[in-house]
T-cell receptor, first 110, second 111 residues
Framework: GQSLEQPSEVTAVEGAIVQINCTYQTSGFYGLSWYQQHDGGAPTFLSYNALDGLEETGRFSSFLSRSDSYGYLLLQELQMKDSASYFCAVGVNSGYALNFGKGTSLLVTP | DTAVSQTPKYLVTQMGNDKSIKCEQNLGHDTMYWYKQDSKKFLKIMFSYNNKELIINETVPNRFSPKSPDKAHLNLHINSLELGDSAVYFC??????????FGEGSWLTVV
């Protein structure tokens, strides 16, 4: 079967750096993705890692280690608007769909 | 221009009723989905279509029936609604593996 584990809640201060970890178990691996969802909104794509290493997109970076079945999302220079839920997801059915983790609720405080 | 649009956004209905949610994407993507998000924010795939063909049908009661008249549309019909069907239903589309664009969601409340 499949499972994804990520912390349920994280709190950090504006301007700080926060790392949200994700460990996964999957029978076939088709990449690790990250999505952001604000309350009342739709999930939006942040980042995708198919291979080991770091992908950087502005203030956000995502890392993958396939040998450890582990990845993380790194958010730098936190802003209040970064308060949201963050989901890691793995590809299934040859990558044609995603299975999502239960999400990490990030609260950024002043 | 809205990329993935779904209607209605809010729907309150009584148990036992039948309802539909419509979805359209103007991105030219071949793959479309329905996801369900429960009150604990758990996002679970229900169905996936590729070029109008059903490719993923997760363990969903057969009261839920998707229909894809063309590759830009994927509608969801729900029969005999139950209290447990209350959730947010997201339509989505994808141009490539692992990148999914979600619609704004349809908030379904069954009373």
């Amino acid at each position: 079967g499949q499972s994804l584990e990520q912390p349920s809640e994280v709190t950090a201060v504006e301007g700080a750096i926060v790392q949200i970890n994700c460990t996964y178990q999957t029978s076939g691996f088709y990449g690790l993705s990250w999505y952001q969802q604000h309350d009342g909104g739709a999930p939006t794509f942040l980042s995708y890692n198919a291979l080991d290493g770091l992908e950087e997109t502005g203030r956000f970076s995502s890392f993958l280690s396939r040998s450890d079945s582990y990845g993380y999302l790194l958010l730098q220079e936190l802003q209040m608007k970064d308060s949201a839920s963050y989901f890691c997801a793995v590809g299934v059915n040859s990558g044609y769909a995603l299975n999502f983790g239960k999400g990490t609720s990030l609260l950024v405080t002043p | 221009d809205t990329a993935v649009s779904q209607t209605p956004k809010y729907l309150v209905t009584q148990m036992g009723n039948d309802k539909s949610i419509k979805c359209e994407q103007n991105l030219g993507h071949d793959t479309m989905y329905w996801y369900k998000q429960d009150s604990k924010k758990f996002l679970k795939i229900m169905f996936s279509y590729n070029n109008k063909e059903l490719i993923i049908n997760e363990t969903v009661p057969n009261r839920f029936s998707p229909k894809s008249p063309d590759k830009a549309h994927l509608n969801l019909h729900i029969n005999s609604l139950e209290l447990g069907d209350s959730a947010v239903y997201f339509c989505a589309s994808s141009p490539a593996k692992n990148t999914i664009y979600f619609g704004e969601g349809s908030w379904l409340t069954v009373v």
